[in-house]
């Protein structure tokens, strides 16, 4: 299988979903190890540095892409198998950027009050314990926590000729910052234009569900995955599967809109898996559905619907992709 | 250890939280066998019983209680131990009830569209395999769930002279509809009036997060609980511990709002806990929360924050109430 | 006709709609002179008066009522007629109370902001050019500003053994604090308990619409009504008549909602009044309907749907009870 | 003064905001009389032409423009002062489309309904009395109801490199689909990007607040205008003035938020014009503004917060432009 490698330059970045020149073509089958820098554009190194004063919004959020992956038409589904996730620095950061995050008011819910104190930490990783280490800024409170990788952001270009910035999720993919876009899983996504024009980064070292403050852990990654592609089945909106779970990831606001969204495209998928009336998939799921939040920060709130593959009798998802290329990267050893 | 045992006679359920007289009075430390009514109040026992016919909406959700606690008072924290639930019935029952439940308009998100189609299922149990058969109504598919027994509601009288339906999630509990109110936690629950008259019911022999239809497994349910009270500490909304998780549940509309108080308040616990300021609790919170949804279909959404204790340093928490009522029932072999 | 002059004694006032036994009962055709307190009980009397530190918030917005209406079954529908409303007192006042209001964070909308400055003003009345003198906190800025009465609160009963606090709009009225609620205007409440019990209070001098800060220019009221009742016809929603207009007052959250229940009532009030099929009903308020927000500041936000009646064929409308009440008062010359 | 008429031909309409080369440039001052296409792009002619079949949703909301406002950059104030508006054809047109609309479920508000009845209404001008006819599909049922035209969209190329589809409000302004968008009005945008590049369209012949079915009297328009540009001093959000209003538009979700927007949007404003701190700003507003919704239909739902002039201290507001356009344009008798 073809393999390439990529670290893109820092004037290679882009900002966007859509709107940006493919930075080069992939053949679908194409093992890539891709290099993403962190959400903050590096801009953020020790505690003393703030957002208020370092951060630059039009440069957050860098994408690594976007790549054109060949044969792809609108109407594809494209595939992407993550095989690894690895920390590319030996810290991560997180910061309460003001008037951003879920605990505070925003540009959108919108008050008089002042905002948060900007404040920034930095995780060290212990590598041997595949730890990252918490600090406390206002006391001497530490305490280690699991390294948990996965990328708060990966998409396609937009329908309908949008360019959406990388801070929002949506149809296309993009900022849903969910801990389960992680090793091990496959993403399905819509093609929307000629080529799909992905992109990833965001990558989080770890991330709770919900990402309260507004930022996770952040920190370069580079992320090894395949890239497929399946000719036709779109999905609405986008899928991911595991090797026990399937899920729907539903972005919008306000948050029940985004679970709605997820519940409804999860019915249609059980209508196609086990053809089932929708009324018949609307009860089961009632019944087995898990439901954790992603995000309640970004421009959209996002919220995954999921099940467990063991409840539900053995059938083939999009021709057991999953499982073949699991096995494909099972065997590269990486 | 004093025992009370009790099955209540059709005509002492009760349909609010707060109003009521209280049953009986029972002392801190007293163990309670309590038998509750399925939340349909024994309406549909086969696929052929219709909501929109059998179902009495001025009858539904009925709550065992309320039971006056010796000593409680307001500002007081009430302790409810569950340490068993079982199936009362060898069946539970769903229904999707129109203009009721998640996706669906209902007379909150009032559109002009029919109704889905008034719909019922039954789910017989497997004792020796302790799962429910799920049976499509409109295909002859089947399946096999495991029994998961919880309690979709458990609450005591709200306060400022409020009387609120048993179908209400809020700050005194009441109809949360979160799978994590399950044998073997612990609710902490703040009391708002003398006696904290609390009530339990919605017995669900298992249910998805979301609780997309509106309605889970409903059944009757034998629910075995050791009452306790905490002097004073009353938590602002309702807290669970188990073994391995702290918790706390939100109840509010829009569904952003109920996860912003249940991670509102998961942070002030933290500083409590961890002695922390408020934004270094903010800050390690968003690394470690899960957030499931409980519920997208009660008058109020109800969304849960919880953590899981083995990321944390090791802390007494209400005195350690938890583990010591957990040894007591496991003495009692129940 | 029977004229009844009521002010209570402070220990007189209720705090919730529903739960408190009526002072007195009126028959239909009463006309009744009402003394109603402001929301803050008068603890706000100066500009010196902190909300933090004066405002008992168990003994807020206090009710004049509850009366029972003879002959009023649930089903059937309340008629109040406003024929004045008049400041009881030379002053008015308004506060900014720390985490209430719309452009703060709240309880609901739970942020770990600090409050706004606990702000009181006070505007003094000038009879003569019927003006309230606005006057500036933090500079010299002083308007005269006309005074507009109106009653934030007119509400009966709830259903379903419910028991509110009068700080809570929904179906059976409560703290709708919209404008509309103005001299001139008759409000159709269905009923829900025998008797009706009916309250009103929280007289506003003036009053913004969305009421942002969370409180109007409050002041102690003298209201003057005409009681009646319809049997039947209980309408699901407030609706308020005037000489020139049709409305519906819906409450819920998120605020797309409150607007979704007037909206749709007016749909179905349409349809009533015109014979017209439900698609045709919904065409024509498209084109025609005004939609002020009342409130985003209450534990419900309302929004008012209302349409122009000489946009419309005449017709009658609860038999013409608003024309009729609206000649009686006329004739009362108040 | 220069004037320019413009009518695009089929293949010129745009349907983003951002993205497209602008059609030509123009200099601050100048006149243009534009001609816009209805929102469906002319497929609905008659009640039998069904959304369903004849609208191609790639095609909604042809925009006219952009435009390229010489020596605007980002940072400065677009100022568009609409002089008229003048009906291009003798019918409008509006729709119920299918799972589009304020009272139905739709791809957000998701649920498992079926969709409303697609339907077309068209309303046919009389000239002479200046009304449209409504005539009713489902019944015999007439009513002409006045001519009020206004603009659904009128916007500038967003920030942040995005692009977005004419159907969304925004910051930059596009579908806000307020009825305060009519001739007399002096419109005040943030320019983004250099050549401010402006559009507009989405005519309508009247149009309720709300525009409950998602449509309003849709038709072709004619619209005079002046375009001038204030350097510097951009507003975050659209504002509008009249002879006698000041307004914000607010646009997001949910509801809450779009007035949250706006009604802070509008502090800021009252903060500049009358040297206020934001405490007496609010105060102020809470107590005169006005609210009326514009849209709960589109993309982001719109809300108009707005205020009496004659209830102000008169102030010189964009250096009084507004007065000077309008003294302009009757000097024009158009």
Known sequence: MEKIEFRPEREQFNYTFGGAKPLFKVRPGTIMELWSEDAFNYALQTPADLSSQKVDLRYVNPQTGPFYVEGAEP?????????????????GVSAVMPFFGGLTSTDRTATLQDPLEDTTWIYHINRSKNTLEYDARFSEFKVDLPIEPMLGTVGVAPGASEVRTSLVPERFGGNMDTPEMRPGVTCFLGVNVEGALFSLGDGHYRQGEGE??????????????????????????????????????????PMEDSWRIAQVEMVHWFQELFELHHMDAYQLLSQISKAPIANVVDANYSV???????????????????????????????
Chains 1, 2, 3, 4 share one sequence.
């Not at 589904?77 to 810290?91: N, Y």
């Not at 999905?235 to 991911?240: A, D, N, T, V, Y």
């Not at 539900?312 to 096995?327: C, K, Q, T, W």
């Open 75 to 91: 109407g594809d589904t494209l595939v992407l198998h993550f095989i690894s996730m690895k920390p590319a620095r030996d810290w």
């Open 212 to 253: 309260a403050c507004g930022t996770a852990v952040e920190g370069a990654m580079t992320t090894t995955l395949i890239v497929e592609l399946i000719k036709g089945n779109a999905p609405l909106w986008p899928r991911i599967e595991s090797d026990d779970q399937l899920m729907v990831v539903g972005s919008s606001r």
């Open 304 to 334: 995954v619907v999921k099940v467990a593959k063991n409840l539900l009798p053995r059938v083939s998802i999009y021709n057991d992709i999953h499982n073949e290329l699991r096995a494909i990267a099972s065997k590269l050893g990486i």
